[in-house]
């Protein structure tokens, strides 16, 4: 299947600070990213969807001036969690998608630790 | 609204044996796709099997199977001569018309030795 690289694997910031995760396509055009949030045995939670040069368009009750997110190349999409606090610590993964009727592949996630 | 539904939230079996995982979902939609992920400890999702609703044949990956009853809008899925590395939570999911995935609540299997 294709290739989605998402960096880095883990991270531990200070609360306060910001943290950007990067969501790479290595090996197709991603029209499409969407950004998930995991909690520890439960299910992936959609946070957002990226269209390549649009505005992501948020779920309900996610926090998009928190949460910021950056489609700017077919191959990249960006997640920035601004001023981080311990309760932003989950598990972040990133999915893309090169066409509406072409499956979703996933990056590796990413494990913030807001401390 | 889609739903995606999956009723046992912990299943184990025996190495070389034969699990289900059962999975109901909700939609008006016609054509749709429907997928089964596997989420190791690992943590990276991995696609294991894709249905096409307008496909009567039931896909197959090879010891990976499902039965999809889409009148029932059940989409099953059987693995064959488990093997320790199955081990993992699996998680059903829907789309349409390239619609975002709507995931179930997952299902952690244990395959032991």
């Known amino acids: 299947g294709a290739v989605v690289s998402q960096h880095p694997s883990w991270v531990i910031c200070k609360s306060g600070t910001s943290v950007k995760i990067e969501c790479r396509s290595l090996?197709?055009?991603?029209?499409?990213m969407f950004w998930y949030r995991q909690f520890p045995k439960q299910s992936l939670m959609l946070m957002a969807t990226?269209?390549?040069?649009?505005?992501?368009?948020?779920e309900q009750g996610v926090e998009k001036d928190k949460f910021l997110i950056n489609h700017a190349s077919l191959t990249l999409s960006t997640l920035t969690v601004t001023s981080a606090h311990p309760e932003d610590s989950s598990f972040y993964i990133c999915?893309?998608?090169?066409?509406?009727?072409?499956?979703?592949?996933f990056g590796q996630g990413t494990r913030l630790t807001v401390v | 609204a889609q739903t995606v539904t999956q009723s046992q939230p912990e299943m184990s079996v025996q190495e070389a044996e034969t699990v289900t995982l059962s999975c109901t979902y909700d939609?008006?939609?016609?054509?749709?796709?429907l997928f089964w992920y596997k989420q190791p400890p690992s943590r990276q999702m991995i696609l294991v099997i894709r249905q096409e609703a307008y496909k009567q044949q039931n896909a197959t990956e090879n010891r990976f199977s499902v039965n999809f009853q889409k009148a029932a809008k059940s989409f099953s899925l059987k693995i064959s001569d488990s093997q320790l590395g199955d081990t993992a939570m699996y998680f059903c999911a829907f789309t349409f018309s390239g619609s975002r995935l709507t995931f179930g609540e997952g299902t952690q299997l244990t395959v032991n030795p």
């Open positions: 999915s893309a998608r090169e066409t509406v009727n072409t499956e979703a592949f």
């Open positions: 090996d197709f055009q991603a029209t499409t």
């Open positions: 939609t008006s939609e016609n054509n749709y796709y």
């Open positions: 990226s269209n390549e040069g649009s505005k992501a368009t948020y």
